[in-house]
Nanobody
Framework: QVQLVESGGGLVQAGGSLRLSCAAP????????MGWFRQSPGKERDFVAA????????NYADSVKGRFTISTDNAKNTVYLQMNSLKPEDTAVYYC???????????WGQGTQVTVSS
């Protein structure tokens, strides 16, 4: 099973930007679909964005469209989530996840905290 490691979270003011990274040390994401999800205290884990490994198919939650961009770097086996125009309601633990072809997301990272102050 692929192990995922997220990084890049932190504290930022509203309107600021952060870039999250998700890596699989020593493994490849070939043929996987990669997703970012987030979870706030007391809430369910919500979908944020997803991408296929070739990078030509993406989708986003309505709440982040136009502000967040998901991308891949095949050479580095890394998936990124560029987050711009951050809002306090974006505050959450962000998780990277992987799905094999025809399967649901079943591999998760440990999460990285994003806090947006007003």
């Amino acid at each position: 099973q692929v192990q995922l490691v997220e990084s890049g979270g932190g504290l930022v003011q509203a309107g600021g930007s952060l870039r999250l990274s998700c890596a699989a040390p020593g493994r490849t994401f070939s043929n996987y679909r990669m997703g970012w999800f987030r979870q706030s205290p007391g809430k369910e884990r919500d979908f944020v964005a997803a991408i296929n490994w070739s990078g030509d198919n993406t989708n986003y939650a309505d709440s982040v469209k136009g502000r967040f961009t998901i991308s891949t770097d095949n050479a580095k086996n890394t998936v990124y989530l560029q987050m711009n125009s951050l809002k306090p309601e974006d505050t959450a633990v962000y998780y990277c996840s992987a799905a094999r072809p025809g399967r649901s997301y079943d591999t998760w990272g440990q999460g990285t905290q994003v806090t947006v102050s007003s």
